[in-house]
């Protein structure tokens, strides 16, 4: 009866240790997409003036090099939006930066 116990007690255990590392990875990924989205827009924005081909292409290596991919990018004027998506074991994550020069405020 007591091993019975002592099983079950340990189960509880590996469910609550799973549960929580699924919810760390699922945090990690979603920190990582809004890293990779704000890094992104910055860059991007730092070359807007040479179009939006430009910009995105930029914003979508740094995307890349922070392991996301973009799923959209928009160039208004020299405000950039980008848009990425981080995949991981524990799913999916998506974040959205906006990156534009400083405006004064009034």
Known sequence: MS???????????????????VDGAHLIAREQARTAADLGALAG???AIE?????????????????????????????????????????AAEATAVAGPVREVT
């Open 45 to 47: 924005a730092a070359v």
């Open 3 to 21: 091993s019975l116990y002592a099983l079950g007690v340990g189960l509880v255990f590996v469910a609550a240790g799973t549960v929580v590392a």
């Open 51 to 91: 179009g939006a081909a430009a910009a995105c292409e930029r914003a979508g290596q740094i995307a890349a090099a922070n392991a996301a991919t973009v799923t959209a990018c928009r160039l208004d004027g020299l405000d950039l939006t980008l848009s990425v998506q981080v995949v991981t074991g524990a799913g």
